[in-house]
Structures are given as C-alpha cells and as structure tokens.
C-alpha cells in the first residue's frame, strides 16, 4: 500500500558545520565556507525538485560578528560572490531571494548586492529563498515590539488591540508562512536563535552530517521524518 507524501510549505535550515568539516580535513574555515556555499546550492536545486515553496536558511547570526576579524571578511568575500554569480541563475529558476537582518553592519556595495538581487527576483514565485544573515531572532522580536509601542505612543494603535498576530506582522518574515520543519545539520541540538517566534510549532529535524555534506537526499530524508510526526499544534492528537 502506497504512502501519501506530504510536502512541507516552508523549510528552514541552521547551516552549521563549515568550520568543523573543514578541521576534519586539514583545511582553513574559508575552505568550509566555500563548500557550504556548494551545499546551499544543491539544496536550493532540491527544494524546487521537491517542490517546497518556501526556504529560509540561516548564513550568518548576529553573533557571529564576534568571530575573529579574518573569518568574517572571508565570509563577506563569500556572500559578495554569491550575490554576484548566482543572482542570475536563481531569476532563471523563478526564485525569489529575500535577505532578513540587520544590513546596517554591512558596507554599502554588499547592502546595494543585496537590493538589487531582490529587486531583480521580486516577481518571481516558484521558489521563495530567505537568506538569514546578520540575523537574530531575539532582536527581530525586540524591533518588532518596539514597532508596535512606537504607533501605541502615537496613538495609531490601541495597546489593547495588541496580539500575537499583530506582532507576527512587525516581524522580518510577515509575509512569510511560519516553518513547517527546522533543520539543523552538524549534530547541534538547538535554534541558536533562530526564527524563534516563527518556529513555536514547526517540527525540529537534526542531522548528524556537517553542512558541507548536505544534499537533495538529506532534505528528503527530513520530509520523510517530517511526515512521521504528528502536528498537534497544542491539541489532542
């Protein structure tokens, strides 16, 4: 007897393991970066295989600023590169890339990469690709209430008319369909703080392999885990 697959909307993924991937081999951190930027694009190539609509991934953290200064550039390098050579082929694919963050800490060529590759792929719909990056769950939610008291003190708003939907829409990803499943490579077992207001009843996947290694069978592996479980949202079964 068959199974019905059912193919989860909206995928996010902590993309981690890049510098403990590259250690194992005797190679610098860049060397990880780099092959985990190979991963991100099989993965992109697999979800539109798969048929995910959504896929937000998390690239670089707010903290990961504190990383020495030589690694940091080293992944600037990297998302310059990437906002230049594979714009073009994700217009093609039909994806649209939005970038979530706080973009204050970039330099303004990256920032403007980065307008102009959502500007580019703006009407697109086949694949929605969200890059987290500068990101930080706690901050998005605290800018998010900050938002929603700045109109209160106005009085654009009532604070009484205040709810979790109100603030969902304050939030980076407003437009966006809350995750269906968060993976996490590496063998790490947390967020890190990650989409954490979205991710309230999304289903937590971990996977041993580091980043680097990640694949279209991987991803198919957690829709299949996905389709294990049995999504409650606080009710009874």
């Keep these: 007897m068959s199974t019905t697959v059912t193919t989860p909307t909206h995928v996010a993924i902590v993309m981690d393991g890049n510098g403990r991937w590259a250690r194992a081999r005797g190679l610098p951190r860049a060397a990880g970066h780099r092959q985990g930027a190979e ?13 995910i609509r959504y896929l937000t991934v998390f690239g670089f953290s707010s903290e990961n600023w504190n990383r020495p200064a030589g690694e ?15 714009i073009a082929d994700l217009h093609a694919k039909g994806a649209r890339l939005r970038v979530i963050g706080d973009r204050s800490r970039f330099d303004p060529d990256i920032v403007a990469l980065i307008a102009n590759a959502e500007d580019l792929t703006r009407g697109n719909d086949k694949l929605n690709l969200t890059l987290a990056i500068s990101y930080g769950g ?10 929603l008291a700045a ?4 009085g654009k708003l009532d604070p009484k008319s205040i ?6 829409g ?11 499943v968060v993976i996490r490579t590496s063998g790490e077992k947390r967020l890190s703080n990650f989409l954490l207001w979205q991710s309230a009843y999304s289903e937590l996947v971990f996977v041993d392999k580091y980043w680097p290694d990640f694949g279209k069978s991987d991803l198919e592996d957690a829709v299949h885990e996905f389709n294990r479980r049995e999504r409650r949202y606080g009710a009874v079964g």
């Design 39 to 51: 991963a991100l694009r099989r993965t992109i190539t697999g979800a539109g295989e798969l048929g």
């Design 72 to 86: 940091v550039q080293d992944l600037m390098g990297l998302m310059r590169h990437y906002l230049r050579s594979e």
């Design 138 to 147: 706690r901050d998005e939610i605290v800018a998010a209430a900050r938002a």
């Design 151 to 154: 109109d209160a003190a106005a």
């Design 163 to 168: 709810d979790a939907a109100a603030l969902t």
């Design 170 to 180: 304050r939030l980076f990803t407003a437009d966006l369909p809350d995750p269906d």
